[in-house]
């Protein structure tokens, strides 16, 4: 019943910036923990940000001073804005949601980040 749509990703040179969105349904948005992860060729999926109901915000080492996660619960959608991206960041990135009532999780389909010259 809730679905997860990623939007944002694409093809940028290094230094460069992409905003990625999650657009939530069928949720309560509020009462969610949501995480940002990725997957590159070859890689276990790894967490890169966090955010809580509380707006706390955790960062990956990878990730800290760079991405800014946050919510707008208005809107159903949480952000992942990527700044000076490199080459090492290239990844399959996957929204997740984590209902802090119920504690089921749920993924969505991911979008591709590509970072090259």
């Known amino acids: 019943q809730v679905q997860l749509v990623e939007s944002g990703g694409g093809l940028v040179q290094p230094g460069g910036s992409l905003r990625l969105s999650c657009v939530a349904s069928g949720t309560i948005f509020r009462l969610y923990t949501v995480g940002w992860y990725r997957q590159a060729p070859g890689e276990q999926r790894e967490l890169v940000a966090t955010?809580?109901?509380?707006?706390?915000?955790k960062y990956a080492d990878s990730a800290k001073g760079r991405f800014t996660i946050s919510r707008d619960n208005a809107k159903n959608t949480v952000y992942l804005q990527m700044n000076s991206l490199k080459a090492e960041d290239t990844a399959v990135y996957y929204c997740?949601?984590?209902?802090?009532?119920?504690?089921?999780?749920?993924w969505g389909q991911g979008t591709q980040v590509t970072v090259s010259s």
């Open positions: 955010i809580t109901t509380g707006d706390s915000a």
């Open positions: 997740n949601v984590a209902n802090q009532l119920t504690g089921r999780t749920h």
